[in-house]
């Protein structure tokens, strides 16, 4: 008795949980359970981490043409993703002037890549420095 006092109550709640199961199922079957229990919790994960996806995604989905049925959460997140980045025009090149443009090439200034304020401030350069 001396012992069980130096036991905790949770402690010994475990080991008399563990007498019960040796007795109910024996030596024999406890590897069994233990790898049963084992592949529910790994199930368990893989279930968790493949969640059906909420109302909003669903509905956002819908909006730009994709089927959501029998897609994980994760799945229809990468779909959303990819179309939207399809979708994504192009950065618009701020138009220039013709004028300016045909001024500029004419000083032989090369205008790729250049906004129409870079494209004057060049020809000013190039013109005050003749």
Same mark, same amino acid.
């Given at each position: ?5 130096f036991i905790d ?40 981490? *493949?969640? *059906?996806?909420?109302? *909003? ?32 025009p192009a950065p ?39």
């Amino acid at each position: 008795m001396g012992v069980l006092l130096f036991i905790d109550t949770q402690t010994l709640i475990l080991i008399i949980i563990a007498f019960i199961v040796l007795i109910i199922w024996g030596p024999s079957k406890i590897p069994q359970l233990a790898r049963s229990l084992g592949q529910s919790i790994r199930e368990f994960k893989r279930g968790a981490s *493949e969640s *059906e996806p909420e109302p *909003e995604l669903i509905e956002i989905a819908k909006k730009l043409g994709i089927d959501p049925t029998g897609k994980s959460r994760d799945e229809l997140l990468t779909e959303i993703n990819n179309r939207l980045s399809q979708q994504r025009p192009a950065p618009e090149k701020p138009s220039v002037d013709p004028k300016v443009l045909e001024i500029a090439e004419r000083l032989g200034i090369d205008t790729r890549g250049k906004s129409e304020e870079d494209l004057i401030k060049e020809i000013n350069w190039r013109l005050s420095n003749k």
